[in-house]
């Protein structure tokens, strides 16, 4: 059990380092909350949903402390935070097509919510936002899944 608080708790200061990056390099904002997201699927692999749940609000509590410009926070917490826990129940014995028609509209959902969270504060022109983001989301899934190959063929007998 410490073993696991330990590691959890290494995970969570890559999170914080990640978050206060986010604060100094404002041109790579998306790319660093996409690397925060990354832990908490080492967690749901080690350790299961369970404790990627408390992983997700911990590092929810430390990046809302962290990040200065809560926009960024916001879209971290709807998307890139809680992401790794989707994929995981997405992709729980279902048919390819399946997964990718419940990731999409996990991902318009979202994209929805944001837009309506957003649109006060930045002007976005509303079809260019839904095709770029759609793209990108596939792009970041692709990502994800090659860091959760990589991170289970490569490292984590490093981890263990």
């Known amino acids: 059990m410490s073993r696991k608080i330990a590691y959890a708790g290494m995970l969570l200061a890559v999170d914080t380092v990640l978050f206060l990056m986010v604060n100094v390099f404002q041109t790579n904002t998306i790319f660093l909350l996409g690397l925060a997201s990354?832990?908490?699927?080492?967690?749901i692999m080690n350790w299961g949903p369970k404790t990627g749940i408390a992983f997700y609000i911990a590092s929810l509590v430390i990046s809302f402390i962290a990040m200065a410009n809560k926009i960024h926070w916001i879209i971290y917490v709807l998307t890139?935070?809680?992401?790794?826990?989707?994929?995981?129940?997405?992709?729980?014995?279902?048919?390819?097509?399946?997964?990718?028609?419940?990731?999409?509209?996990?991902?318009?959902?979202?994209?929805?919510?944001?837009?309506?969270?957003i649109r006060q504060f930045i002007v976005i022109p509303q079809m260019v936002l839904v095709i770029l983001f759609e793209i990108v989301f596939l792009v970041y899934d692709y990502v994800y899944s090659l860091f959760i190959d990589y991170y289970n063929e490569k490292l984590n007998k490093y981890f263990k």
Do not use: C
């Not at 990354?38 to 967690?43: E, G, M, R």
């Not at 129940?89 to 837009?115: F, G, W």
């Open 80 to 117: 890139f935070g809680i992401y790794g826990l989707i994929k995981f129940i997405i992709e729980q014995d279902r048919p390819i097509y399946i997964e990718y028609i419940l990731k999409l509209s996990y991902a318009n959902i979202t994209l929805v919510v944001l837009y309506f969270i």
């Open 38 to 43: 990354l832990p908490i699927a080492i967690v």
